[in-house]
């Protein structure tokens, strides 16, 4: 029977898509972590990691990790936006997910700015960012 380390040893290891696909459905933060951090999780796992939830810090993390992945792809990428605009309205503050939403050019994110858990500084980083956009 795998432990979740062995889980944890594989999300990072791994290239299959279908051992990372399921991988993705497994109970552990940790995992889901190492699986937005692993270039070989395929945009399929990564679109389910988006609506993953645990506590605040890692769902941030989670968030970050996969605005930052390089096989995200636009769904993906739309999934993300989407879970980063529920935390904002919430009031939380997944602000290092929202900057590196900023800079994925497929993206429209400056309403984020407007939403409830937003705050100045924020803002003024995420206009900064969006006015070197090319």
């Not at 270039?39 to 993953?52: G, I, Y």
């Not at 993300?80 to 994925?104: D, F, H, I, Q, S």
Request: net charge neutral; charged share 20%; aromatic share 6%.
């Amino acid at each position: 029977m795998p432990t979740p380390a062995d889980y944890l040893a594989l999300a990072h290891a791994e290239k299959d898509s279908f051992v990372l696909q399921q991988l993705a459905q497994r109970p552990y933060p940790f995992v889901w972590q190492a699986l937005a951090a692993n270039p070989h999780t395929p945009p399929e796992a990564l679109q389910e990691l988006s609506t993953s939830r645990d506590s605040v810090w890692n769902d941030n993390k989670l968030l970050l990790l996969l605005a930052e992945h390089p096989g995200a792809n636009p769904v993906v990428l739309r999934a993300v936006l989407e879970a980063v605009a529920a935390k904002l309205e919430e009031g939380e503050r997944p602000y290092a997910a929202v900057l590196a939403l900023a800079e994925r050019l497929e993206l429209e994110v400056r309403r984020l700015g407007t939403l409830r858990g937003a705050s100045a500084r924020l803002r003024h980083l995420l206009n900064m960012r969006l006015s070197v956009r090319i």
